[in-house]
């Protein structure tokens, strides 16, 4: 049984571009989580998302979109990227209230 | 949700019992205390977690004061893998449309 992937694993790209993100959540899992870690810092939760619905957001800008699946796989979504947020990535899933799962994440790196 | 405190870093002895407190004094009465910890470079990985009760599993020990506002995870047997950031967090539960958030976490380095 697979846990949660990540897609890419690295990326590079120029301020003022766009990028996607893809997650695949661990198998059974219905609730995908995304989060923004800086180097140094905590995990910082950007938006969870069940039924295909944004459930809950942290303090993040509308530059910050998401979309979820009917197979329960999410996209996270950044336009017009900024230096700042060139950060690791982190997708997490669960099903109930014992455990959130994290993928390896994907360091984006924004020049 | 609740803020929760850790220290910033401590140091354990290999083999010696690992003791990281936790603060989260305004904690709600529905909320649960999860521990989680990063080994450089990788997703958080989940080690244990509970409401009221002490827990314990096969990775560690969970504490919980009788008024919920602090507890402590303990790693009975420190080994080198063990050092990592390990994060405190309060929430009431994944299945709620509840914020989850992380502190900066205590860093843990084991000595030899």
């Known amino acids: 049984d697979a846990g949660v992937t990540q897609s890419p694993t690295h990326l590079i790209k120029t301020r003022g571009q766009q990028v996607t993100l893809r997650c695949s959540p661990k198998s059974g899992h219905d609730t995908v989580s995304w989060y923004q870690q800086a180097l140094g810092q905590g995990p910082q939760f950007i938006f969870q998302?069940?039924?295909?619905?944004?459930?809950q957001r942290g303090n993040f800008p509308d530059r910050f979109s998401g979309h979820q699946f009917p197979n329960y796989s999410s996209e996270l979504n950044v336009n017009a990227l900024l230096l700042g947020d060139s950060a690791l990535y982190l997708c997490a899933s669960s099903q109930d209230q014992s455990r959130q799962y994290f993928g390896p994440g994907t360091r984006l790196t924004v020049t | 949700d609740a803020k929760t405190t850790q220290p910033t870093s401590m140091d354990c002895a290999e083999g010696r019992a690992a003791n990281l407190p936790c603060n989260h004094s305004?904690?709600?009465?529905?909320?649960?205390v999860y521990w989680y910890r990063q080994i450089h470079s990788q997703g958080p990985q989940y080690i244990i977690h509970?409401?009221?009760n002490n827990e314990t599993n096969e990775m560690a020990s969970l504490i919980i004061t009788e008024d919920r506002k602090s507890s402590t995870l303990i790693l009975p047997h420190a080994t080198l893998r063990d050092t990592a950031v390990y994060y405190c967090?309060?929430?009431?539960?994944?299945?709620?449309?509840?914020?989850?958030?992380f502190g900066s976490g205590t860093r843990l380095s084991i000595r030899p």
């Open positions: 998302y069940y039924e295909e619905e944004e459930r």
């Open positions: 509970g409401l009221k």
């Open positions: 967090i309060s929430h009431s539960g994944y299945s709620s449309a509840s914020k989850i958030i």
């Open positions: 305004t904690i709600s009465g529905n909320e649960y």
